[in-house]
């Protein structure tokens, strides 16, 4: 080939670009969030122009959409070839260690989808759990339609946990772990949630506002940063749900930024008191866990989506505030694994921190779930559950 044909020959664009394109959009979006990436940045992130991206997709929330999208069907693909609870489980694990970005950015962007692509992704998210309480109906034909459905949530959690941390393992040691904590779910025995209950579900009637209007601001900000996300919330929006006129919110806090940063101070010292009061009040390793346990489901269940806004707006906080918050959840992490590993010294200290994180996950996830409503009391079936992935034998 001569030195003329060589500098003129074609580049042939590869055949996976698009899937190659989603991938690294899922990631720009998971490490710096969809407010602050653009669709350059992406396409530099490619290797490719912007124009170039702009053929593939309208514009970034629709990349956003069909990375989210595209994230779910290798999944339901496997849950449809899927020979056994077990193998479904294995191949699953597979699955989020290749990719451990989708779960987080789901949570984190939910809101900046369009409502056909939020509706698709729920309804993908929905056939995976019917695809594994089916599944699990199949080796635990005893449970009913709910115990069935509450578990596939579940495992889930469990599954999808490696997406909320960083912690590593050699990757078969990873997936056998992650299989073993999700087998502990499925095989719970007895599992019960009991006869339906006849309370109602998701009472919406607002409650009274304390008199301190620092603390009123406070009180209104947290369920609308849990609702809206920080993006979407005014400074006007929580002056109004508090009662309170636009100037007189900036006499107590300067910034929406600092409002939200009093708000999670506030969530992370009333977990860190809660957690504390457990273990004082334990004889044992195994007993602290298990109140522990009981403590953050009890959490999950009277505060729905608290827990998740140090995943959904900790990117909105400046740097020195974000390193703060991480190093607390770290610090608080600690706590959960001394116990774990007196408990079960056979593990590692990755290996028990992930376990802890799992537990997190799942507590997270089936707390959200409108079948646990059914459940007479719905945190003593998130404490069962969290107890079987702490696997330290202590009946809650």
């Not at 919110?249 to 929406?256: A, D």
């Not at 999950?300 to 140090?310: K, N, P, W, Y």
Request: proline fraction near 5%; charge should be positive.
């Amino acid at each position: 080939m001569t030195e003329a044909s060589a500098t003129t020959r074609t580049v042939r664009r590869p055949r996976d670009r698009k899937e190659q394109i989603l991938r690294t959009a899922a990631e720009c979006f998971r490490r710096t969030g969809y407010h602050a990436t653009s669709m350059e940045q992406i396409a530099a992130a490619v290797g490719i122009t912007a124009g170039a991206l702009y053929r593939h997709f309208d514009g970034k929330q629709e990349l956003l959409g069909q990375a989210l999208l595209s994230g779910l069907d290798p999944l339901l693909r496997r849950i449809e070839t899927a020979q056994s609870v077990d193998d479904l489980i294995r191949t699953t694990a597979a699955l989020v260690l290749d990719g451990r970005t989708h779960t987080v950015l789901w949570e984190r962007e939910i809101r900046n989808l369009t409502e056909q692509h939020r509706q698709e992704v729920r309804h993908k998210h929905e056939a995976a759990a019917t695809g594994f309480g089916a599944a699990i109906a199949r080796e635990r034909p005893e449970l009913t339609a709910v115990e069935g459905e509450l578990l596939a949530w579940a495992v889930l959690g469990v599954l999808t946990s490696p997406s909320y941390h960083g912690a590593q393992l050699p990757r078969a040691r990873f997936e056998e772990l992650l299989g073993q904590l999700a087998s502990a779910v499925v095989w719970l025995a007895p599992f019960r949630t009991a006869r339906p209950s006849r309370r109602p579900a998701n009472q919406s009637r607002p409650g009274l506002l304390p008199v301190s209007r620092r603390e009123a601001l406070l009180a209104a900000a947290i369920p609308l940063f849990v609702e809206r996300g920080f993006q979407a919330v005014s400074m006007e929006d929580i002056g109004a749900a508090a009662g309170i006129s636009r100037p007189t919110v900036y006499n107590h806090f300067s910034s929406k930024a600092e409002l939200l940063t009093a708000a999670l101070h506030r969530e992370t010292e009333a977990a860190w008191h809660v957690l504390s009061w457990a273990i004082v009040r334990s004889s044992t390793p195994a007993q602290a866990l298990t109140e522990m346990v009981r403590c953050y489901a009890d959490s999950a269940v009277r505060r729905h989506g608290i827990t998740g806004l140090l995943v959904s707006e900790l990117p909105q906080l400046p740097a020195d505030r974000q390193r703060f918050f991480r190093r607390n959840q770290v610090e608080y992490v600690d706590e959960w694994t001394a116990l774990l590993r007196s408990c079960r010294p056979e593990l590692g200290g990755a290996e028990t921190r992930i376990t802890i994180q799992a537990v997190f996950t799942l507590v997270n996830t089936v707390s959200r779930r409108p079948a646990l409503e059914a459940c007479p009391d719905p945190a003593e079936v998130l404490i069962a559950l969290g107890v079987a992935v702490l696997g330290t034998g202590h009946r809650p």
